[in-house]
Nanobody, 124 residues
């Protein structure tokens, strides 16, 4: 049974940092694309960042480039999202997702597995 379990969310002030973790289990994720999405109240779920499990190529949504860094630890089967210089508009529930595809998709419906989400709240 595949499980993605997020952790690391919390309440911080603007300018602070947080590191989210996604512990993946239940299968081999070699060849998968691992991604972070976020969903703010009343808004659609949106792509934040992705990484190829094999090779480590990364992709970012424009508004987080230079502030967020996605990485993975193969030995621990964990994906991370380091978030620096946080802004109030980064407030959302952050979800980890996995896709067995070749191209990185920005569409949530293309992802096969999802975590339960972790809340990130940034106060001004």
């Amino acid at each position: 049974q595949v499980q993605l379990v997020e952790s690391g969310g919390g309440l911080v002030q603007a300018g602070d940092s947080l590191r989210l973790s996604c512990a993946a289990s239940g299968r081999t994720f070699s060849g998968y694309i691992m991604a972070w999405f976020r969903q703010a109240p009343g808004k659609a779920r949106e792509f934040v960042a992705a990484i190829r499990w094999t090779g480590g190529t990364t992709y970012y949504e424009d508004s987080v480039k230079g502030r967020f860094t996605i990485s993975r630890d193969n030995a621990e089967n964990t994906v991370f999202l380091q978030m620096n210089s946080l802004k109030p508009e980064d407030t959302a529930v952050y979800y980890c997702a996995a896709e067995a595809g070749v191209r990185v998709s920005l569409r949530p419906n293309d992802y096969d597995y999802w975590g339960q989400g972790t809340q990130v709240t940034v106060s001004s």
